[in-house]
């Protein structure tokens, strides 16, 4: 089978198409044929060695996918060949709150992950995909809607006719959009880029925010939001944007952190904190108790991810360079069907 695997060293020259044996699967396990991939920023990271610069390599990358059963192990009834399915991020986090185990247990490092033809899961470490869906878009559930979804919905909590700002139009984000739209909650989007927000405001943003003309944005959530503030942020910039995510925060407001993508060091003054009553909260994508829960909420409002451009297997390490490059408006997939 093909993979493609991070191998001698860090960065996307270092990304290599190569071939392995195809793996069986054990008694509590099922064989699946990968058909598409979603890159997330972590995998970026990862190939660049930014994310774990001791990660062990080689290492098969990348964290999402959708696939076809193919085999079940001897012990196996609630999969049969023909279904469909998305492994989990993290295979041994199945319920309740993460732990040590269960983070070691993550796809795409420190194990190997999703970018190959074939691969062999505990059976328990997978959920159904949905009908709705196609590959390439319920390639990118696992890391990016999970996510969002744990964020709003389970540690939130987000409630209908609160305010959420997502930061820029990447997987982690439109997903946010459309999870609260889904809540009737309102939307405010940030971006670098006007034909961006145009583009967010037709999946139904209710304001948009151009921080290329507005770099002190968050005064102006203050202004949309009659002076009051967000009830959450969706902290995907990291240190570059951290400082205005807590101006734009109403008095106890809530920001998830989810990315560094402006750097992961940042000073923080601590008195906006407790002189409004701040949470921070870090957000690890989710357990397959989430993802199930996830599932739920697409398939209820059909909930479709906003796909920007699918790349052959062959093409890997440009759809790497691609995603890297921010050009994209929701998410960057691979596809395995060729």
Same mark, same amino acid.
């Given at each position: 089978?093909?993979?493609?695997?991070?191998?001698?060293? *860090?960065? @996307?020259?270092?990304?290599?198409?190569?071939?392995?044996?195809?793996?069986?699967?054990?008694?509590?396990?099922?064989?699946?044929?990968?058909? /598409?991939?979603?890159?997330?920023?972590?995998?970026?990271?990862? $190939?660049?060695?930014?994310?774990?610069?001791?990660?062990?390599?080689?290492?098969?990358?990348?964290?999402? %996918?959708?696939?076809?059963?193919? %085999?079940?192990?001897?012990?196996?009834?609630? !999969?049969?060949?023909?279904?469909?399915?998305?492994?989990?991020?993290?295979?041994? !986090?199945?319920?309740?709150?993460?732990?040590?185990?269960?983070?070691?247990?993550?796809?795409?490092?420190?194990?190997? &992950?999703?970018?190959?033809? @074939?691969? #062999?899961?505990?059976?328990?470490?997978?959920?159904?995909?949905?009908?709705?869906?196609?590959?390439?878009?319920?390639?990118?559930?696992?890391? /990016?809607?999970?996510?969002?979804?744990? #964020?709003?919905?389970?540690?939130?909590?987000?409630?209908?006719?609160?305010?959420?700002?997502?930061?820029?139009? &990447?997987? $982690?984000?439109? *997903?946010?959009?459309?999870?609260?739209?889904?809540?009737?909650?309102?939307?405010?989007?940030?971006?670098?880029?006007?034909?961006?927000?145009?583009?967010?405001?037709?999946?139904? /943003?209710?304001?948009?925010?151009?921080?290329?003309?507005?770099?002190? !944005?968050?005064?102006?959530?203050?202004?949309?939001?009659? %002076?009051?503030? /967000?009830?959450?942020?969706?902290?995907?910039?990291? %240190?570059?944007?951290?400082?205005?995510?807590?101006?734009?925060?109403?008095?106890?407001?809530?920001?998830?952190?989810?990315?560094?993508?402006?750097?992961?060091?940042?000073?923080?003054?601590?008195?906006?904190?407790?002189?409004?009553?701040?949470?921070?909260?870090?957000?690890?994508?989710?357990?397959?108790?989430? *993802?199930?829960? @996830?599932?739920?909420?697409?398939?209820?409002?059909?909930?479709?991810?906003?796909?920007?451009?699918? @790349?052959?297997?062959?093409?890997?390490?440009? #759809?790497?360079?691609?995603?890297?490059?921010?050009?994209?408006?929701?998410?960057?997939?691979?596809?395995?069907?060729?």
């Amino acid at each position: 089978m093909r993979v493609v695997c991070l191998a001698g060293g *860090f960065g @996307f020259d270092k990304l290599s198409l190569e071939q392995r044996p195809e793996p069986s699967c054990g008694a509590r396990q099922i064989l699946i044929r990968v058909q /598409a991939v979603s890159i997330n920023a972590r995998d970026v990271m990862m $190939v660049q060695g930014e994310y774990n610069p001791r990660q062990r390599l080689p290492l098969v990358v990348c964290s999402d %996918a959708v696939a076809q059963v193919v %085999a079940r192990g001897a012990e196996v009834t609630e !999969w049969a060949p023909g279904d469909r399915v998305c492994p989990i991020f993290a295979g041994l !986090w199945q319920g309740g709150a993460l732990t040590r185990d269960a983070q070691r247990s993550s796809l795409g490092g420190p194990l190997d &992950g999703t970018l190959r033809e @074939f691969m #062999a899961i505990d059976a328990g470490a997978a959920v159904p995909a949905p009908a709705h869906l196609s590959a390439a878009e319920a390639a990118c559930l696992p890391c /990016a809607g999970v996510t969002a979804f744990r #964020a709003l919905v389970e540690l939130g909590p987000l409630r209908a006719g609160q305010t959420l700002v997502c930061q820029g139009t &990447g997987g $982690v984000s439109l *997903f946010g959009l459309q999870i609260a739209k889904a809540l009737a909650a309102r939307v405010i989007i940030t971006s670098r880029s006007s034909a961006k927000l145009e583009r967010a405001l037709a999946l139904g /943003a209710d304001g948009g925010i151009d921080t290329s003309h507005t770099p002190e !944005w968050g005064k102006r959530v203050r202004a949309l939001t009659n %002076a009051e503030g /967000a009830d959450q942020v969706l902290e995907v910039g990291g %240190a570059g944007t951290f400082t205005e995510s807590l101006r734009a925060l109403r008095i106890g407001g809530t920001v998830s952190v989810i990315g560094v993508l402006s750097g992961a060091l940042t000073e923080l003054d601590l008195r906006s904190l407790l002189m409004q009553d701040l949470r921070v909260q870090g957000v690890f994508v989710g357990s397959r108790e989430s *993802f199930l829960a @996830f599932l739920e909420l697409v398939n209820r409002h059909l909930l479709t991810p906003q796909v920007d451009r699918v @790349f052959p297997l062959e093409e890997a390490r440009s #759809a790497f360079e691609y995603a890297a490059s921010g050009q994209q408006f929701g998410k960057v997939v691979i596809s395995l069907e060729n």
